[in-house]
Nanobody, 115 residues
Framework: QVQLVESGGGLVQAGGSLRLSCTASGSIFSSNTMAWYRQAPGKQRELVATITSRGTINSADSVKGRFTITRDNAKKTVYLQINSLKPEDTAVYYC?????????WGQGTQVTVSS
């Protein structure tokens, strides 16, 4: 059983920064993709960025230049560095791991940006 635990969310003023972390535990296939999604109130969950176990990255156009996804395979952890936060970045941020066609989700971490 794979479990994902996110951390690092919180309340921050506009213009500030946060680093979110997501650590996986359990039996994980070595070739996998980890991703960050977010869901704002009243909106659908949207993809923020993905990173493969080899380090290939894809990011949503809306976050390029402000959001950076990285991972540490030894620690089974993916990070999301968020800079220049805006009120519209307020959302629950979710981590997802995909391996051999199976998806695992974390419980989410709340990010709230005040203006």
């Amino acid at each position: 059983q794979v479990q994902l635990v996110e951390s690092g969310g919180g309340l921050v003023q506009a213009g500030g920064s946060l680093r979110l972390s997501c650590t996986a535990s359990g039996s994980i296939f070595s070739s996998n993709t980890m991703a960050w999604y977010r869901q704002a109130p009243g909106k659908q969950r949207e993809l923020v960025a993905t990173i493969t176990s080899r380090g290939t990255i894809n990011s949503a156009d809306s976050v390029k230049g402000r959001f950076t996804i990285t991972r540490d395979n030894a620690k089974k952890t993916v990070y999301l560095q968020i800079n220049s936060l805006k009120p519209e970045d307020t959302a629950v941020y979710y981590c997802k791991l995909t391996a051999v066609g199976v998806e695992y989700w974390g419980q989410g971490t709340q990010v709230t940006v005040s203006s």
